[in-house]
């Protein structure tokens, strides 16, 4: 495989919450995703996921703390923990997650959308 630039992937990503596959290993997905807002609280049963904050800033909720996560800093969401992420402002996020993982877990509904490669 090729190096991948995130700048020049970021770029030909107009949506928010969308995240598109960049890459893979074994049986996970490399994401990138450009978030500004709130997204819904959810859980995944058997997945964990990280997210890498690559611009900007991120909030990762949980029912019973906040943490902050900034530019170069990432957090691993381990599988049954509820957790909404939220962004103040435009924030451009890598993540890797298993490739079954649905990016609205357990809640479902309109947000959710299939995995797709640019």
């Known amino acids: 495989m090729d190096k991948v630039n995130l700048a ?6 107009s949506g928010q919450w969308q995240a598109k596959v960049v890459g893979e290993i074994n049986d996970m997905y490399v994401k ?4 500004e807002g709130e997204f819904l609280w959810h859980s995944h049963d058997w997945e964990d996921e990280m997210f890498f904050v690559v611009e900007g800033e991120m909030v990762m ?7 902050i996560i900034g530019p170069g800093e990432f957090i691993i969401v381990p599988h049954g923990v509820e957790h909404m992420p939220v962004c ?4 451009n996020i890598m993540l890797i997650e298993p490739k079954a993982t649905v990016n609205t877990g357990n809640a479902g509904g309109e947000r959710t959308v299939e995995p797709e490669w640019i």
Do not use: S
């Open 8 to 13: 020049d992937k970021l770029a030909l990503i």
């Open 32 to 35: 990138l995703v450009k978030l």
């Open 61 to 67: 909720r949980y029912r019973d703390r906040d943490v």
């Open 88 to 91: 103040r402002e435009k924030t």
